[in-house]
């Protein structure tokens, strides 16, 4: 027997309606009265005004509302809190999805025979970072086994070079040195003197510098030896062997720097002092043939000459004999300059008062307290060449 099925609803379509309904049960709209079957009683009831449809938009119309439902297998998308981590994804059929076949390791991706569990996945950043911690002590191990073995390999080879090449310009600082013992025997004419002194600075100057700079040298080597004997057990004897050379070796250089920078100090005072004596016996002619113009013509460069010999001779080395005795000049220059004048103004007692200033200036200059020994430079200097041949000597040697 057929079940009983009612007209579908003209709003909502619903086919389930009793007979003689006056609305229907599922919207509530008004049915018409052929819903009601022939001979089914009619019940009068009010009619109830016409319902004028769902306004728009109203949910359960077609598109409208309600959201629709992907194909079989469509994989519903993460909601606010996202999916369960726990569980894996299901594919078209309903099928659990594959775990993962592949790994990351060492920046590179190794596809696998077998799938694996999303368990063994979460782990995979902690894996990353043991293999990290792995490389980064291989690439420890490798330092101190190859690399840093080889580094001193190198460095003692530069020691040893730097040696020879310190040890080979041995004759070229002597003769620097014994220079420096004759630095002050000048010719008597100042004129004559200042030439030749020129070109003893500038010999002075280049042997200081060739000096330092195999002294910055070697002590460079050694200080990066210093680091690699601490780092390279394996090299430790051979490298403090080459150290102990360095440091003698850097021992002679001292003395033979201190040497030549005592004499290129005293250079710096003897160079300008002989252009001033040179400028005085400019002015000393011109006094002679009393032209007071052209006497009082050279006094300001040669004032000024005197000047930087003054402030030079304060320097570490210079005798002090030499310091007091440019500073006298400096008073026989002012005073002749004061001579000058006087005589130019006819003021005899002026003239008499500076005269017997300059010649007691000249006077204090010949004095003992302002006049270096003879053998200064040969007692300060020759103990330091000896102690720098003597280091020359060990490096050649190989001691």
């Keep these: 027997m057929q079940a009983y099925q009612s007209p579908p609803c003209p709003y909502c379509g619903i086919t389930w309606n009793q007979p003689g309904a006056q609305a229907c049960a599922n919207c509530r709209n008004p049915l018409p009265p052929s819903y009601t079957p022939p001979g089914y009683p009619q019940q009068n009831y009010p009619q109830q005004p016409q319902y004028p449809g769902p306004p728009p938009g109203y949910p359960g119309q077609p598109g409208q509302g309600y959201p629709t439902y992907g194909p079989p297998g469509y994989q519903q998308q993460p909601g606010a809190y996202g999916p369960d981590q726990g569980y894996g ?3 078209p059929q309903g099928q659990p999805a594959s775990a993962g076949t592949t790994l990351r390791l060492f920046g590179q991706t190794f596809t696998l025979p077998v799938a694996l569990p999303p368990a ?4 995979q950043r902690y894996v990353r970072r043991v293999v990290a911690v792995a490389v980064g002590l291989l690439v420890l191990l490798v330092l101190f086994v190859a690399i840093l073995p080889a580094a001193a390999s190198i460095v003692l080879s530069n ?5 020879k090449l310190t040890a080979s310009r041995q004759d070229k600082i002597d003769t620097v040195i014994k220079q420096a013992f004759n630095v002050r025997a000048n010719p008597s004419d100042p004129n004559v003197a200042k030439g030749q002194f020129d070109k ?3 010999s002075l100057n280049d042997g200081l510098s060739l000096v330092q700079s195999d002294e910055a040298a070697l002590v460079s080597t050694d200080q990066r030896l210093t680091f690699l004997q601490w780092v390279v057990p394996s090299k430790g004897a051979e490298i403090t062997a080459v150290r102990h050379r360095l440091e003698a070796a850097t021992v002679g250089l001292k003395q033979a720097d201190q040497a030549l920078t005592t004499a290129v100090n005293e250079a710096k005072v003897i160079q300008p002092y002989l252009d001033a004596l040179s400028d005085y016996t400019k002015i000393n002619a011109a006094l002679a043939k009393n032209d007071l113009v052209g006497a009082g013509a050279p006094y300001p460069e040669a004032q000024q000459k ?8 304060h320097a570490a080395g210079v005798p002090p004999q030499l310091a007091k005795q440019v500073s006298s000049f400096g008073d026989v220059l002012t005073n002749t300059e004061s001579l000058i004048q006087a005589i130019q103004a006819k003021d005899a007692a002026g003239k008499k008062k500076y005269m017997d200033a300059m010649n007691a200036a000249f006077k204090a200059m010949s004095s003992p ?6 053998d200064y430079e040969t007692k300060t200097f020759g103990p330091m060449q000896k102690a720098y041949d003597a280091a020359m000597k060990a490096i050649k040697s190989g001691s």
Excluded at 159 to 163: D, E, H, M, N, P
Excluded at 306 to 313: D, G, P, R, V, W
């Design 89 to 91: 994804a299901y594919g």
């Design 120 to 123: 063994l996945l979460r782990f």
């Design 159 to 163: 020691a040893s070079g730097a040696l």
């Design 200 to 202: 003893v600075a500038k």
């Design 306 to 313: 005197i000047e930087l010999a003054i402030s030079n001779s």
């Design 369 to 374: 307290e302002e006049t270096v020994p003879a």
